[in-house]
């Protein structure tokens, strides 16, 4: 069977499925660059990502973000041996603009496509920092769309959805909550910081799920527990006690859920990605709560868990090595792909 | 020169190579929800029936619009990467343009599209390479004066621009054949920042809908 597989894969990813036009240049498992161009002050006076806004953004951040790319990573376009995009899920219009961008790199370059899963790239990101992945491996992508609990025997051939939120996802909540205390959007970093002033035991707010015996979510009771609260008690409360109660309830169930997913299928390996996993408390209590079970943890720093080229690079150059085949010309964005495509 | 043209403006997912004599290949598909998925495949398409290779590409012209946002930054941004890929120049052409010199009329007249939302994209013409207004979004019974009147934005809407401006036998979409011509024109002219060519972003004319947001809801039940 025919050609040799690269091993050290020079890699260009692109990332468009939310509000960050992110470019990676990976080799093999070395992050050489990783460009983002965010639009989300653009969203901030909205409290909340709106589509057509980060669509435009995109188009005019698209080839600016990869000339800063190249330039910073010393690579030319005629060097790289694949270019990945983000294929989905995310934001249709959004996505649409990475995956145009792609293909036409990749056909005037004639390079190999391969349009990504979002959520298997948020695992394989983490491989720059930590190296190869353990396989199996338990994955919990947290961020303002997602809420998921993933099996990963092996990220470049396929991966299992444990469980997922049934309403909101935890980023989602936090913004929203954000919304209710009067913070800024997007809310997570918001609440993380004026948490640490309050005490994350002062208002037992429910814990969603918590003992169902699913490995399922679900935060949007916990968001309507907040807002009662705030009416009730507007004038008096404590912003950092709600902040922080409310982010506990959040981390409490998503760190008992990971664990009871590593228990269940006998795995000693629990990765942490998206954007929520930039949260403190979150890495706090997760450390403490594996270290319990003796359970390796592995987070990705903050700029690698939030989204990013380099993730969509770093699942790329994992395919390429892998022998994995190429996606065609003709694939579409596809906003709702299943977590079992890894590639379109 | 080789001239790679397209379009994603409108339904038409049309593409196109022109050599400055004549078009060496085209294909055309209409369908307005596919556009990321038919441009590249099209693009390679008419290569392939034209027997060149991309290498041999000397520019890129690409319609800029106005037409529905999500379709029409595939070809803007497939134009911009693949100019980049291949080290070549890519120009803008407002896709009505392409329609006012496609018809070949001679009088003034005006050219409409569909902008969706009971709205059309239209602009004013002197003649076929002369746009003298817009392009602007309106109401169809908005457009203007009392011209001659071709595009699907006029097909769609006959009562309200009045069936007997519409011009029999007009193009309803913008062919690639036809903007590789002009752009093909233009730059064997040397009018590369004329009225006509122009840096290949979109032309948009509205602004993204959305909304400052009131106060939370309340949940809590008196």
């Known amino acids: 069977m025919g050609t040799p597989v690269k091993t050290e894969p020079l890699v260009l990813g692109i990332e468009t499925s939310c509000d960050e036009t992110g470019i990676g240049i990976v080799r093999g498992h070395t992050l050489l660059v990783d460009a983002v161009a965010s639009s989300v002050e653009e969203h901030a006076r909205y409290g909340g990502v709106v589509p057509e806004v980060a669509s435009r953004a995109h188009l005019e951040a698209m080839m600016p973000t990869v000339d800063r790319a190249l330039r910073e990573a010393g690579v030319k376009l005629a060097d790289l041996d694949a270019i990945a995009v983000t294929a989905g899920p995310g934001l249709a219009g959004a996505l649409l603009v990475g995956v145009a961008a792609a293909k036409a790199f990749a056909y005037g370059l004639g390079k190999p496509l391969y349009g990504v899963n979002h959520l298997a790239a948020h695992v394989a990101v983490d491989q720059l920092q930590h190296g190869p992945l353990p396989k199996p491996c338990i994955a919990m992508l947290v961020s303002g769309g997602h809420s998921s609990l993933l099996l990963v025997p092996d990220v470049a051939h396929g991966v299992t959805s444990l469980g997922s939120t049934v309403d909101d996802a935890a980023g989602e909540a936090f913004d929203k909550v954000a919304r209710v205390l009067g913070l800024p959007f997007p809310g997570g970093p918001h609440i993380d910081r004026v948490a640490r002033e309050g005490s994350g035991s002062a208002i037992p707010f429910p814990r969603g799920k918590a003992d169902d015996g699913t490995l399922d979510f679900s935060f949007s009771g916990l968001k309507t527990a907040v807002a009662r609260y705030v009416e009730k008690n507007g004038g008096s409360m404590n912003i950092a006690d709600v902040a922080a109660s409310f982010q506990e309830a959040v981390v409490d169930v998503l760190t008992r859920k990971a664990l009871a997913a590593c228990r269940l299928h006998g795995v000693d390996h629990l990765l942490i990605g998206g954007g929520v996993a930039a949260n403190s408390r979150l890495r706090a209590l997760a450390q403490e709560r594996c270290e319990q079970v003796g359970v390796r943890l592995r987070v990705p720093r903050p700029g690698l868990c939030t989204d990013n080229g380099a993730m969509v690079a770093a699942l790329g150059s994992e395919l390429v090595s892998s022998g994995v085949s190429p996606s065609e010309l003709t694939i579409p964005a596809d906003s709702s792909m299943p977590i079992t495509m890894v590639t379109a | ?222």
């Open chain 2, 1 to 222: 020169m080789l001239v790679l043209a397209f379009d994603t403006a409108t339904p038409a997912v049309t593409v196109a190579l022109h050599d400055g004599r004549r078009t060496l290949a085209e294909s055309t598909v209409i369908d307005a929800r596919r556009h990321g998925e038919l441009l590249m495949p099209g693009v390679s398409a008419v290569l392939g029936d034209a027997g060149v290779a991309r290498e041999e590409i000397t520019h890129i012209a690409v319609g800029t619009g106005p037409g529905p946002y999500t379709g029409l930054r595939v070809g803007l941004m497939t134009a911009q990467a693949l100019a980049t890929a291949l080290g070549v120049s890519s120009y803008g052409v407002c896709t009505l343009d392409v329609l006012a010199y496609e018809s070949g009329l001679t009088g003034p007249f005006l050219v409409a599209t569909d902008a969706r939302r009971k709205e059309v994209f239209w602009a004013e013409y002197a003649g076929q390479r002369t746009r003298v207004r817009g392009p602007a979004v309106d109401r169809p019974g908005d457009v203007p004066g009392d011209l001659p009147i071709l595009g699907y934005g006029a097909k769609l809407y006959p009562e309200a621009v009045g069936a007997a401006r519409i011009v029999a036998g007009a193009p309803e979409h913008p062919s690639a054949a036809a903007l590789a011509a002009l752009a093909a024109e233009e730059i064997a002219a040397g009018r590369t920042a004329g009225a006509v060519l122009t840096d290949p972003r979109p032309i948009y004319l509205r602004r993204p809908d959305a909304k400052i947001p009131g106060p939370p809801k309340k949940v809590t039940v008196l």
